[in-house]
């Protein structure tokens, strides 16, 4: 029994703020449960969770490494010469491999922040909290400070020793060390973050002899900041405070998304055996309440509580109670992935077509794949070229050397393709009708390129008496190509102010 982890020796009411907004959304099946917790983590104080060990831990690692491998080397990577991924806002101008957006795409960036949205809507209606559990920045930020603390200062109860340890020279060398660590994984982090808006391999050359712009390291330095605030000092407070996403995803859960539960059913009556015990004879369920679940919980609440905002689906109290459960030679499981209705013998807990084939399933679906087709339709049909016609309010008509009638306008010319493109343009309004301005030729754009000119469009007097005049330019442009260019055409209407 000595490998088995015993209860508390006093048991009281938790006074953990987490504990006392428990909502009443506690599975109902099930005997009821003792009204009695153990304190594991005082009111106030940090929170130190134990580190667990388990399957669900294995994949929690995985999921950090892959999150962070998106999130520190995706923006080192090139893509046809330049940055793969860049949020350039200086430029107003996003490449994300392949694609580019410039300020006339404002629609697909939204369609790209609505399948963002709706894709997260209906993976939680499928999946509950797994997005928390494993790969929010918060989550992530957090499990990697917790490693350093384990790192640097042991697990849960060296941990607590440390902190009530008078301030000595091993104390002072162990906190320096771990806020080095802390300091060069922040510093890093906000670098990174800097690089996803600034060319990286241009930024941080340029950090480190002094020459990065303001916006850049003010940039690097806030995500650094923030990092260390939420993921270091905050921590489980922004889960259980700030997040509203814990707040209004309860709207789309139901009782078949998937949850990770306690199983009040098999665990009740509660209470402390030796390993031997028949537990049928003591009238006990199968939870030794040796409240290992509580002590790995990182934001500190017990599961056994029943379903809680605060829980963030991390499954530390899975694999927790798992290993007891293996000491104990009980099945795995008494806490575990499930849903309400597999809990209350709706239907069988491996039933995945009933929790799959609902309504509210097949309409986030729906949505999502309206949004993701008509980003793609539109982003397939979308022009290479755009041309902005700026009418130059500072010369609104003259009459120019051949005597005709004469207005200024800005090209403002938009080359979204990875090429160099020929733009050419003719004008039609007026019987006789001239534009110039336009180099001989064309004028040649560089690739994800914005080029502005200035042009002239005349006509004899006579055509255009006082007032306004719809005009239209028509735009030719094309790729330089070593073969035969294939040319397209935009079409743009304007005015023409008259005498
Ligand atoms: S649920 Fe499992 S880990 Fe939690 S107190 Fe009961 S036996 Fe221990
Ligand atoms: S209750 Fe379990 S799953 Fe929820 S946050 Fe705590 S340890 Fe993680």
Not at 398 to 419: A, D, F, I, Q
């Amino acid at each position: 029994m000595s490998d088995i982890p015993q209860p508390q020796p006093s048991e009281k009411t938790q006074n953990n703020p987490s504990a006392a907004n428990t909502p009443k959304t506690a599975p109902k099946s099930g005997k009821p449960r003792t009204s009695s917790v153990i304190q594991i983590h005082p009111a106030g104080e940090r929170i130190h969770p134990k580190k667990a060990d388990g399957r669900f831990a294995k994949l929690r690692i995985a999921a950090v490494l892959a999150t962070q491998f998106v999130f520190y080397v995706i923006p080192w990577f090139n893509w046809n010469g330049r940055q793969a991924v860049l949020f350039d806002i200086p430029e107003r101008h996003f490449f994300i491999f392949g694609l580019s957006l410039g300020m006339g795409d404002l629609i697909y960036m939204a369609l790209l922040l609505m399948i963002c949205a709706f894709g997260l809507f209906w993976w939680t209606t499928i999946a509950g909290r797994l997005w928390c559990g494993y790969s929010c920045p918060q989550t992530v930020y957090t499990e990697i400070m917790l490693w350093i603390d384990h790192l640097v200062e042991g697990d849960r109860n060296k941990r607590l020793k440390l902190e009530k340890s008078p301030w000595n020279f091993t104390k002072i060398r162990i906190k320096a060390t771990k806020y080095l660590l802390i300091f060069l994984f922040v510093a890093w982090t906000g670098i990174t973050f800097a690089g996803w808006f600034n060319p990286i391999r241009e930024f941080v050359p340029a950090l480190f002899n002094g020459t990065a712009g303001g916006g850049a390291i003010f940039a690097a330095a806030f995500y650094g900041f923030m990092t260390f605030l939420l993921a270091h000092i905050m921590r489980e407070k922004v889960c259980l405070h700030m997040c509203p996403y814990a707040r209004f995803q309860s709207a789309m859960f139901d009782h078949d998304t998937l949850i990770i539960s306690y199983d009040a059913e098999r665990g009740e009556p509660r209470g402390a055996r030796k390993k031997t015990a028949n537990k049928e004879e003591e009238k006990l369920g199968d939870c030794i309440n040796c409240a290992m679940c509580v002590q790995v919980c990182p934001v500190g609440i017990d599961i056994r509580d029943g379903l809680q905002y605060q829980c963030i689906g991390c499954a530390a109290c899975i694999d927790a109670c798992d290993e007891i459960m293996d000491k104990m030679n009980y099945p795995r499981g008494l806490i575990r992935y499930t849903t309400e209705g597999a809990l209350k013998h709706d239907y069988a807990e491996k039933d995945i077509k009933k929790r799959l084939l609902r309504p509210r399933v097949a309409g986030y679906g729906a949505v999502l794949a309206v949004v993701v087709t008509a980003f793609l339709v539109g982003i397939s049909q979308r022009e290479s070229m755009e041309v902005d016609i700026l009418k130059d309010r500072g010369v609104m008509v003259r009459e120019n050397n051949k005597g005709w009638l004469e207005n200024s306008y800005n090209l403002r010319v938009l080359n979204y393709s990875e090429n160099e493109q020929i733009l050419t343009a003719t004008v039609k309004g007026f019987e006789e009708i001239e534009l110039t301005g336009l180099p001989e030729g064309g004028l040649r754009v560089p690739a994800r390129e914005t080029v502005t000119i200035p042009v002239q469009v005349s006509t004899i007097p006579e055509y255009a008496d006082k007032g306004s005049h719809p005009i239209e330019f028509e735009f030719t442009y094309h790729e330089v190509t070593d073969g035969e260019p294939s040319p397209s055409v935009l079409v743009e209407e304007s005015t023409f102010i008259g005498e």
